[in-house]
């Protein structure tokens, strides 16, 4: 028999890509069950007289409205937005541009709705210009149009940075042939960019559906009154307010059953490619297109400008505010900021690296399963918490792991743990494309080359994935920078972190130096993106030296 | 490298060690509070100095993100909790903590309040407490509202803003505020409103900051006692509080002793600190709010400059815990109709 | 001797009443053996199961008269050479040469030098620090094969190696493989230009499936 010359692969055992994956996926599954099961035990109302109110069917009603409409103005802005960003390949400011649409998903919803209300507000910039100009402000922000508007803001960028991805994956050779067979603009559409949007948009809708489906401080701050009221509202009042366990339960059933719905048929039908950017494709030659020139050229202009002042204004208008705070008293070294800082980030890189590893682990698992239940369970379990409300998981977490484990030690590890979860959804879809990026042919040649285990991890996966997984790095670190409600749900010594320190500053008063947190909190974000967008460009050589 | 076996036996003497140092060790005493008392600039770091200085203790902060958030948790954890005092609860949340039975009496003889109302209560201890009110910017209206009456039948121009009862304390408030004056009528009354409320705020914080001032709208339910910060800290005298002839609904503070502490006695010495000058003098600009003593010179100057409600609006405690659901339901239905 | 006997297989999503493949073959050692027939008669998918990328559902793969059924790919002793797809194309040239001889690229100084000489005889010299996706589609063949050549396996199934290249790629791959055979390697090839065929086989086999 032929010999082989050396020894298997380290870690080259199925059970070693199976395993890790399979146990986080089972752990996701059984704290999410077991944290909606312990609120379930602790019943003492009416389930039944519940579900019958007419106020949750309206909840429901409105929920579903509103983020259905948000999904619709969402993409229908960002089509035109990519298609436009994709015609022109290369202009001053577009990488940074991008990097602002993969932002606008991370910034807290409490600084960017300050944000959003300083230019589009009643007193806003925009308001003074069009007063200026012998113009009123043609809406009323409170309201639907609130909703919309923020849920534009926070989703439009995201889903025009995947087409833009995705649309630059068609061969340039296609674009080559449809250019010389100058088809417009319609016919571009038709023949090249719909049939390369399409099996993206399902997911696509899915993600900004769940987003805006259990959005919260968003819907209620802009939404005018109680006729805005979502789900996840009426969790956080059944438990925050009424001690209501078993309808914060029920409720999180509902929402559980109508995304998690919306996700099985996703999946199902397979449509959940790579969704995030991978940062990888955003540059490049193209060829030139015959709808890139004349006056479209200068619509095109004018819709990315355009584009890029609505996203923009509201981070400059925080800036504009906290800046001078800041100025006046970073200096000062005895400052709570950086207390706070140094604590925030000593929850939130844990949380982003752990986040990076539970998906690494969880792709590697349904990488190796073959169709069936457990691969569609390991794959749905990385999207629960997105659906189920970081209240409900804390909560149900505390009613499983409280007795007497003393929670106070713990705290800051569980709310790492939680937010890391939280991040789960957002890290797949960055890596999951990535992760597969070898394929076919050469999938062959690596077995036959017995490059399995640590060695294809090393050789094939790791330098593909370095660049994406800084930026799932980024994400999952970020979101967790952000978080206020759960570790405002697990309480805290009195130190408080960026966001714990922004609530106490506006609690008491203290607007200048809450401008001034919010600030530095978004430019902390912004520094962790750019950071680690430019750890991951560094040119990678693979390692080897020889002569 | 220890083996198990030597770990194992090394355990006891670590074990009675850590005995040891917790049987030397100063006691602690775990107080669950919200983030407006322990943060930096509010009454908590200052007042923890003020009692460790005498109680040879240790004073420890557990900040949850509100009084209802404080009550929560008390019912998670039931007797198992590290708690052995809760500060932050107020007369709305009283009675539900009262039922739970998680709480002792203070056994205390309070000392000579300074409240709009009579208090007797063998469990809470009030430590703070204001009105409610429409805060404005004089700069945008000169003439507000005078009354409830007047504010519900101004003109829908005039925009404010509110907090959801749902999800609020002060949201709260304004909610008991109209039933306690238009009684039945209340959710008429509501909807007369509702064409002024420009949006209703999921917290304080978020129409304070992000709305308020933003400059959005020029009226916002806050506290009697607002404007007493903006004068006294930020030297403004740009945002006043508008009296209401009806009357102001009133909230307490209030803190007690948890009942399966094992530091109850330390328990009930911070009790009879909390109602002494040392204690209430950081209060008025700290906390924002009317001090449950008379301090008498040490109240600042601005507190002079408050208004004075001609009456304390207040339901009686029992009547928010059995009523409290239906009234919100009410509100509900009258503003979603 | 590389023995097929009555090798069965059936693509599984495949309709009922779809074809499946009974093969039989016979390779001496040191022969280069042409498959040839109509396209879709199986003559990838039986390199596909000697290189043990499908399973079969019976019959019987031998090499010096043991079985290599219960083997997986990466025990058995064979490389491929597919039409393309070869390399990783974020790898260095000689990184994917490595490959080859160590799947963690855990090479010695010696085996270094005999890739850089393996390369000369490619005339891709100058391309060992190359990333793999910045060469054209011929050069990529040629390293392909190289990389083949450098492996100790005594099988080499060539699939379609050396379509859509130019005159010149093409002699340069065949002088290669024709050394490789004189050499001593097993050579399976699948190629639809006689060119190949006439050039490198001893033999050209075309009864080698049969419907099943």
Redesign the interface.
């Known amino acids: 028999m032929h010999a082989a010359t050396h020894n298997s692969p380290p870690l080259a055992h199925r059970n070693w890509q199976l395993a890790p994956g399979l146990v986080f996926s089972g752990l996701i599954l059984l704290l999410t069950g077991g944290g909606l099961l312990a609120l379930f035990l602790r019943a003492d109302s009416d389930l039944a007289a519940l579900w019958q109110s007419a106020y949750l069917q309206g909840v429901i009603r409105f929920t579903v409205w509103q983020a259905t409409l948000s999904v619709l103005g969402s993409l229908l802005i960002a089509i035109p937005v990519a298609r436009a960003l994709v015609r022109h390949p290369s202009f001053p400011g577009r990488s940074g541009l991008l990097r602002l649409m993969e932002m606008s998903l991370v910034m807290p919803s409490i600084v960017a709705v300050s944000g959003l209300v300083a230019v589009y507000g009643r007193n806003g910039w925009l308001a003074e210009l069009l007063q200026w100009a012998g113009a009123e402000l043609p809406w009323n922000l409170y309201g639907l149009t609130g909703i919309l508007l923020a849920h534009i803001f926070f989703n439009a960028p995201l889903a025009a940075r995947i087409m833009v991805q995705t649309l630059e994956r068609v061969p340039a050779n296609q674009r080559r042939v449809a250019s010389q067979l100058g088809l417009g603009s319609w016919q571009l559409w038709r023949v090249l960019d719909w049939p390369a949007l399409r099996p993206v948009l399902p997911g696509l809708a899915a993600l900004v559906f769940s987003l805006c489906f259990t959005s919260f401080a968003i819907v209620v701050t802009l939404g005018g009154g109680p006729g805005a009221t979502t789900i996840e509202v009426a969790i956080y009042q059944a438990l925050r307010f009424e001690f209501d366990f078993n309808r914060a339960a029920l409720l999180a059933c509902v929402q559980l059953l109508i995304c998690g719905g919306l996700w099985w048929l996703v999946f199902r039908q397979n449509r959940h490619q790579a969704m995030l950017p991978d940062q990888s494709l955003s540059v490049g030659a193209h060829a030139r297109r015959p709808d890139s020139t004349g006056w479209r050229r200068s619509a095109d202009q004018a819709l990315i400008g355009l584009f890029a002042l609505f996203l923009a204004l509201p981070v400059l208008a925080i800036a504009w505010r906290g800046i001078p705070w800041l100025a006046g008293e970073l200096v000062d070294s005895e400052l709570a900021l950086w207390g706070a800082t140094l604590r925030s980030l000593a929850i939130a890189l844990p949380a982003g690296m752990l986040a990076v590893v539970l998906t690494l682990a969880l792709l590697a698992a349904t990488n190796a399963l073959k169709p069936g239940l457990p691969r569609s369970l390991a794959s749905v379990s990385g999207y629960l918490p997105l659906i189920v409300p970081p209240i409900v998981l804390g909560t149900g977490l505390f009613l499983l792991i409280q007795p007497r484990l003393g929670i106070q030690d713990y705290g800051l590890a569980v709310v790492a743990l939680i937010n890391s979860l939280m991040a789960l959804p957002f890290t797949l879809q960055v890596l999951r494309g990535p992760f597969q990026a070898n394929s076919g042919s050469t999938l062959r040649i690596a077995d036959q080359l017995d490059i399995r285990g640590w060695y294809r991890w090393r050789w094939l996966q790791w330098p593909r994935l370095k660049r994406p997984v800084t930026l799932a790095l980024g994400y999952g670190t970020t979101l967790s920078l952000g978080d206020f409600g759960v570790i405002a749900l697990f309480g805290s010594p009195a130190q408080p972190t960026l966001p714990m320190l922004l609530h106490q500053q506006l609690g008491s008063y203290q607007i200048a130096p809450a401008t001034g947190t919010a600030c530095w909190l978004l430019g902390l974000i912004t520094a962790i993106f750019v950071l680690l967008s430019r750890l991951g460009r560094t040119p990678g050589t693979s390692g080897v030296n020889h002569a | 490298m220890m083996n198990v076996r030597q770990m194992l036996r090394t355990a006891p003497i670590l074990l009675g060690l850590l005995a040891v140092h917790q049987a030397y060790a100063e006691p602690v005493l775990t107080v669950y509070t919200h983030p407006s008392f322990a943060a930096e600039w509010g009454p908590g770091p200052a007042i923890k100095e003020a009692f460790e200085e005498r109680c040879n203790c240790q004073l420890r902060f557990t900040v949850l993100d509100s009084g209802g958030a404080i009550l929560q948790r008390l019912r998670l954890e039931g007797a198992g909790t590290s708690a052995d005092l809760v500060l932050g609860l107020d007369t709305s949340t009283m009675e539900t903590a009262r039922a739970t039975g998680l709480l002792a009496q203070h056994e205390l003889s309070l000392p000579e309040l300074s409240l709009p109302v009579d208090w007797q209560d063998p469990v809470f201890v009030p430590y703070d407490w204001g009105y409610f009110a429409f805060v404005y910017d004089t700069e945008q209206i000169d003439n507000p509202p005078e009354s409830l009456e007047a504010l519900v039948n101004a003109p829908d121009d005039l925009k404010i803003i509110i907090q959801d009862p749902r999800t609020s304390t002060p949201g709260l408030g304004l909610l008991l505020w109209m039933k306690h004056v238009f009684g039945d009528q209340a959710d008429e009354r509501w909807q007369q409103l509702q064409g002024k409320i420009l949006t209703t705020t999921q917290s304080w914080s978020d129409g304070y900051f992000s709305l308020f001032m933003n400059g959005e709208a020029p009226m916002i339910l806050s506290y009697s006692t607002s404007p007493a910060y903006h004068m006294a800290v930020d030297k403004t005298d740009r945002y006043q509080a508008a009296p209401f002839e009806e009357g102001h609904y009133l909230q307490v503070e209030v803190a007690a002793v948890v009942n399966s502490s094992d530091q109850k006695a330390l328990a009930r010495a911070f009790l009879d600190f909390m109602l002494t000058p040392n204690f209430q003098r950081h209060i008025p600009l700290k906390n924002v709010m009317y001090p449950a003593i008379d301090l008498g010179d040490e109240l600042p100057d601005v507190f002079d400059r408050l208004i004075e409600p001609s009456r304390a609006l207040m339901f009686p405690p029992e009547a928010l815990r059995d009523h409290r659901q239906d009234w919100v339901n009410e509100w509900l239905d009258a503003m979603t109709r | 001797m590389l023995e097929i006997n009555d090798l069965l297989f059936r693509y599984p999503a495949q309709a009922a009443g779809s074809k499946g493949w009974r093969f039989n073959l016979n390779v001496q050692e040191g022969e280069c053996v042409a498959l040839s027939g109509p396209s879709g008669c199986g003559k990838s998918t039986l390199l596909?199961l000697i290189?043990?990328?499908l399973t079969p559902s019976g019959g019987a793969i031998r090499?010096?008269g043991?079985s290599l059924s219960a083997l997986?790919?990466?025990?058995?002793?064979?490389?491929?050479v597919?039409q393309?797809?070869?390399?990783?194309d974020?790898?260095?040239v000689?990184?994917n040469m490595?490959?080859?001889?160590?799947?963690?690229?855990r090479?010695s100084?010696q085996q270094?030098?005999r890739i850089d000489t393996m390369l000369d005889a490619v005339s891709l010299g100058d391309f060992g620090k190359r990333r793999a996706d910045n060469l054209s589609g011929g050069q990529r063949q040629r390293v392909a094969v190289a990389r083949a050549l450098l492996r100790?396996?005594?099988i080499l199934l060539l699939d379609e190696p050396m379509t859509g290249l130019d005159d010149d790629n093409r002699h340069t791959l065949q002088a290669l493989l024709l050394r490789a055979r004189d050499q001593g390697k097993t050579l399976v090839l699948v190629s639809h230009d006689v060119r190949d065929r006439e050039v490198l086989a001893n033999r050209e086999v075309t009864d080698f499936y049969h419907p099943w």
Request: charged share 10%.
């Open positions: 596909n290189a043990g990328f090499w010096q043991q997986p790919p990466w025990r058995r002793p064979v490389t491929t597919f393309e797809q070869n390399l990783f974020h790898l260095t000689a990184e490595g490959l080859g001889l160590h799947p963690g690229l090479l100084q270094w030098s100790p396996q005594p």
